[in-house]
C-alpha cells in the first residue's frame, strides 16, 4: 500500500521527487483504519490517512469520502476540523478502499490536555465548538441534499445495532427500548449538524482550545441535543469505573454542561438516555466484531461491564 500511496501523491500534489517516509498505524483511538504518513518533498509534511475496514460498503460509517466532505465544508467555515486536500473515491486508486488524506493537526487528546490544563475551561472549549457547528446551516455542512433524522428514526437505528451484540450484555435493551419510545420528546427535530459522537475523546487541544473535532463517520442532520447527550454520558463516568476509554478524561458535571450549552429547559435527560442506550450499542456491536474476529481490538475484552451499565444506567434516568 505503501508504494501505491506514494505513487498517488506524486500524482496529486505535482511532486515527481515525493516520497513517503513512514506509514504507521495511530495507536491512540478505536475507530478504524487510521494511519500517519510522513512525506518527503510535498505540501504537508505529515497527513492522516483514513480507510473504510476492508470489505465494507463505501455507505454510512465506512463512508470516509461522506467524512472528508463534511469537514471540507465546515473548515471552509472557520471550523476547527482538520483540512482534508484529498478526498478519493476511487477504490481502484490505493488498495481496493476509498480513503482521504487529512491534515495532522497540532494538539494533544483529552486525557492529555485534562493532566495539564483546567478542566473547566476544556469543558468551556468543548461546549463553544458544539455549539458552532449547531450554528452551521444545513447548506453549509457538505450534506445539504440528506434527509433530516428524526428521533424514531434514531432510536431505530441503534436498535437494530444492539440486537447483534452479545445477548448475556443486553439483556435488559427491549426494556430500555420500550421506555424511550414511551418517553420519546414531541414534534419534529431540528435541522441541524450532528457530529454523532461528540465527546472529549474526539476532541484535539492546544492549550485550554479546541484545536480539532475528528472522527465524523456517524454525522448527519438531525436533532442537536443528541450531541450535547453524548458529552453528558461521557461526564458521568463515575458510573462505569471499569471503563478503558479516555474519552471523559476531562471533568465536567451533567449540570455544568446543559448550562454552558444553554439548554436548562430542554429534555436534556431523554437525549441523555439515548445516548447511554447508543453507546451500549457501538460498544456491544465492536464486542461482537472483536469477539468473531472480524475486527480484533483488545479493549472490547475490558467492556462487557461498560455495556451492561449503560444500559441499567439509561433506565434508571428515565424511572
Not at 487541544?205 to 484545536?211: I, L, M, P, Q, S
Amino acid at each position: 500500500m505503501r508504494a501505491r500511496l506514494e505513487d498517488f501523491c506524486r500524482l496529486e500534489f505535482g511532486a515527481g521527487d515525493l516520497k513517503v517516509t513512514a506509514l504507521n498505524r495511530i495507536p491512540e483511538g478505536h475507530s478504524g483504519f487510521t494511519y500517519f504518513v510522513d512525506l518527503e518533498c510535498a505540501p504537508y509534511p505529515r497527513l492522516v490517512l483514513r480507510l473504510p475496514p476492508p470489505g465494507a460498503q463505501p455507505k454510512g460509517p465506512a463512508d470516509v469520502a461522506r467524512q472528508g466532505r463534511i469537514m471540507s465544508a465546515l473548515r471552509a467555515r472557520g471550523l476547527p476540523v482538520p483540512a482534508v486536500p484529498v478526498i478519493c473515491d476511487d477504490p481502484q486508486a490505493l488498495d481496493g478502499r476509498p480513503f482521504i488524506l487529512m491534515e495532522a493537526v497540532d494538539g494533544v487528546r483529552a486525557d492529555v490536555a485534562a493532566s495539564r490544563e483546567d478542566n473547566t475551561e476544556l469543558a468551556r472549549a468543548a461546549v463553544a465548538a458544539m455549539k458552532q457547528l449547531h450554528a452551521v446551516p444545513a447548506e453549509g455542512t457538505g450534506i445539504a441534499g440528506e434527509s433530516v433524522a428524526g428521533l424514531p428514526e434514531e432510536l431505530n437505528r441503534w436498535s437494530k445495532l444492539i440486537d447483534r451484540a452479545p445477548q448475556e450484555l443486553t439483556a435488559r435493551a427491549d426494556e430500555l427500548r420500550r421506555s424511550l419510545a414511551k418517553t420519546m420528546p414531541p414534534g419534529s427535530p431540528r435541522a441541524g449538524l450532528v457530529h454523532g459522537d461528540f465527546t472529549f475523546g474526539n476532541l484535539l487541544f492546544r492549550g485550554t482550545e479546541v484545536a480539532a473535532v475528528l472522527d465524523w463517520e456517524i454525522a448527519g442532520l438531525g436533532e442537536p441535543l443528541l450531541d450535547l447527550g453524548s458529552l453528558c454520558v461521557i461526564a458521568k463516568r463515575h458510573d462505569f469505573p471499569k471503563d478503558p476509554n479516555p474519552s471523559g478524561a476531562v471533568r465536567a458535571s451533567v449540570e455544568w454542561l446543559i448550562d454552558e450549552y444553554g439548554a436548562a429547559s430542554q429534555p436534556v435527560e431523554w437525549f441523555v438516555a439515548l445516548s447511554y442506550f447508543k453507546y451500549a450499542a457501538i460498544v456491544g456491536y465492536n464486542t461482537m466484531l472483536h469477539r468473531r474476529g472480524k475486527r480484533p481490538d483488545p479493549i472490547y475484552d475490558l467492556m462487557p461491564d461498560t455495556v451492561i451499565g449503560l444500559i441499567d444506567g439509561a433506565l434508571e434516568i428515565l424511572s
